[in-house]
T-cell receptor, first 116, second 112 residues
Framework: IAGITQAPTSQILAAGRRMTLRCTQD?????MYWYRQDLGLGLRLIHY???????GKGEVPDGYSVSRANTDDFPLTLASAVPSQTSVYFCASSVLAGNTNTGELFFGEGSRLTVL | SQQGEEDPQALSIQEGENATMNCSYKTSINNLQWYRQNSGRGLVHLILIRSNEREKHSGRLRVTLDTSKKSSSLLITASRAADTASYFC????????????FGQGTRLTINP
C-alpha cells in the first residue's frame, strides 16, 4: 500500500545524543514536511522541502536539520537532543503545483520521541 | 504562531446529533483544509475548500468558508461513535502557500 513510512515508531533518548528520524514515501510526491505535535500547541512545522535538493525552515526549526537527497526520503536529525524536543513527530508529503499547496497532505503514523 | 484556531477545544455530544467545529485564521488564504486524527495515529485529510468557494460537501461532512470573517466551520451530521477523534483545520496562505499551518484542534467525543 502506497504511503509514508516513519521509523522508529517510538524512541527514548538521553539528552545530548544524536538522533535521526527516518521518513520514506512511495507516492513520488515532490513536497515533504516534518511537524511536531505537542499537547495544547497542535502541529508546528519544523522543516519542509518543495523538491529534492531543496529544504526550508518552518516555524520551529532550531535544533533540527533535514536533507532531501532524493524524492522519497526526508530524514530529520536532532544533532544534540534536549528534553524540550520530547514530542510526537509527523512526516507528511504532498503534491505542489508550482509554489502552491493545492492538495492534501499525506501523513505518516508518527514517531514518539522522549528525551531524558 | 498558529494560523488557525479551532473552537471549541473539546466537544462531547450524543450519537446521532450534529457536531459543529469552527476555525478562525489570520492571513489571506489560498485554501483551507480539515483533517482528522484518531488517537495515536497520523492525520487524515477530510476536505479542502478553496478561497473562492463558500461551501463544500463530502458525505456527512459540510464545510463552509467565510473569507470576510476569516473563518470556516466543519459540520458532521448524524454523528457516530466512530467519529470520535481530533479535528484540525489547516490553511495555505497566499504568502506561503507551499506550507500548511495547522490549528490546535478540536477533540470530539461521540457518546453512544
Amino acid at each position: 500500500i502506497a504511503g509514508i513510512t516513519q521509523a522508529p515508531t517510538s524512541q527514548i533518548l538521553a539528552a545530548g545524543r544524536r538522533m535521526t528520524l527516518r521518513c520514506t514515501q512511495d507516492m513520488r510526491h515532490n513536497a515533504m514536511y516534518w511537524y511536531r505535535q505537542d499537547l495544547g500547541l497542535g502541529l508546528r512545522l519544523i522543516h519542509y522541502s518543495n523538491t529534492a535538493g531543496t529544504t526550508g525552515k518552518g516555524e520551529v526549526p532550531d535544533g533540527y536539520s533535514v536533507s532531501r537527497a532524493n524524492t522519497d526520503d526526508f530524514p530529520l536529525t536532532l544533532a544534540s537532543a534536549v528534553p524540550s524536543q520530547t514530542s510526537v513527530y509527523f512526516c507528511a508529503s504532498s503534491v505542489l503545483a508550482g509554489n502552491t499547496n493545492t492538495g492534501e497532505l499525506f501523513f505518516g503514523e508518527g514517531s514518539r520521541l522522549t528525551v531524558l | 504562531s498558529q494560523q488557525g484556531e479551532e473552537d471549541p477545544q473539546a466537544l462531547s455530544i450524543q450519537e446521532g446529533e450534529n457536531a459543529t467545529m469552527n476555525c478562525s485564521y489570520k492571513t489571506s488564504i489560498n485554501n483551507l483544509q480539515w483533517y482528522r486524527q484518531n488517537s495515536g495515529r497520523g492525520l487524515v485529510h477530510l476536505i479542502l475548500i478553496r478561497s473562492n468557494e463558500r461551501e463544500k460537501h463530502s458525505g456527512r461532512l459540510r464545510v463552509t468558508l467565510d473569507t470576510s470573517k476569516k473563518s470556516s466551520s466543519l459540520l458532521i451530521t448524524a454523528s457516530r461513535a466512530a467519529d470520535t477523534a481530533s479535528y484540525f483545520c489547516a490553511t495555505a496562505s497566499i504568502q506561503g502557500a507551499q506550507k500548511l499551518v495547522f490549528g490546535q484542534g478540536t477533540r470530539l467525543t461521540i457518546n453512544p
